[in-house]
C-alpha cells in the first residue's frame, strides 16, 4: 500500500502529522526512529518518506544515504530546522525531492507530499509497465524477433520474406504471433510498446 513513512524520533511530531495527512485522507506509517524504518524495509515499499533531519542514533541523512545505496527510489521530502537548511540542501543534490523547514504550513506539506506520491505512484506504473514489456519481449522467438525488428522497420511482408528468404505466408504467421504476444493490434501499437509509450 502507497503511504506517507514519517521518521521522526519525536513522538508528538509523528502524531501531530499522522493526524494532518489522516485529516486530507492520505495513509500514514510513522516509525520513531531511522534504525526501526530500515529494519522494516522492503524493495516493494511504496509511498514517500517525510524524513527528520536530525534524530538521536541514525540521522535523516544517514538513512537516505544508506537507501540510496540500495537503489531505493522513494521520494524523500526532510523536514529541517534553519540550521539544517545547509544540509537539507546538500540533500537534494543528491537526490532528496524537497526539504521543509520548520515551522511549516500545514497544507504547503500536505501538497508538496501528495505530489510527491502522485510522483512515485507514476515512476511506480512505468517500471511495471517495463517489466512487463521485457518479459512479452523474452517469449519471442529468435525469427519472431527478427520479423518483428524488419515490422518496426516499416518494412511489408514480401519484403521481409526476401530479407529473410522464408515465404511470406511464414512472415503473416510470425507476425500475428509477434502482434500476439507483445498485446498489439497494429504494427502501430507495437512501435509504441516497444518505445514504451
Request: proline letters at 2%; a negative charge; hydrophobic letters at 50%.
Amino acid at each position: 500500500m502507497s503511504c506517507v513513512h514519517i521518521i521522526d524520533d519525536d513522538e508528538a511530531i509523528r502524531d501531530a502529522l499522522s493526524w494532518l495527512l489522516g485529516s486530507r485522507g492520505v495513509a500514514v506509517q510513522t516509525w520513531e526512529s531511522a534504525e526501526s524504518f530500515l529494519s522494516a524495509y522492503r524493495a516493494d515499499v511504496r509511498g514517500c518518506l517525510l524524513l527528520d533531519i536530525r534524530m538521536g542514533g541514525m540521522s535523516g541523512l544517514e538513512l537516505f544515504d544508506r537507501l540510496r545505496a540500495q537503489a531505493c527510489a522513494l521520494p524523500v521530502i526532510f523536514l529541517t530546522g534553519h540550521a539544517d537548511v545547509p544540509m537539507a540542501v546538500s540533500a537534494l543534490k543528491r537526490g532528496a525531492r524537497d526539504f521543509v523547514e520548520k515551522p511549516f504550513n500545514d497544507n504547503d506539506l500536505v501538497d508538496r507530499l501528495l505530489e510527491a506520491l502522485a510522483a512515485e505512484a507514476e515512476a511506480h506504473a512505468r517500471s511495471a509497465s517495463k517489466a512487463d514489456r521485457l518479459t512479452r519481449l523474452a517469449t519471442l522467438s529468435s525469427r519472431e524477433r527478427q520479423v518483428m525488428d524488419l515490422i518496426l522497420e516499416g518494412l511489408m511482408n514480401k519484403v521481409i520474406a526476401d530479407r529473410l528468404g522464408i515465404s511470406m505466408r511464414t512472415v503473416e504467421v510470425h507476425r500475428a504471433r509477434v502482434l500476439e504476444k507483445m498485446g498489439a493490434k497494429t504494427a502501430v501499437d507495437l512501435a509504441r510498446l516497444v518505445a514504451g509509450e
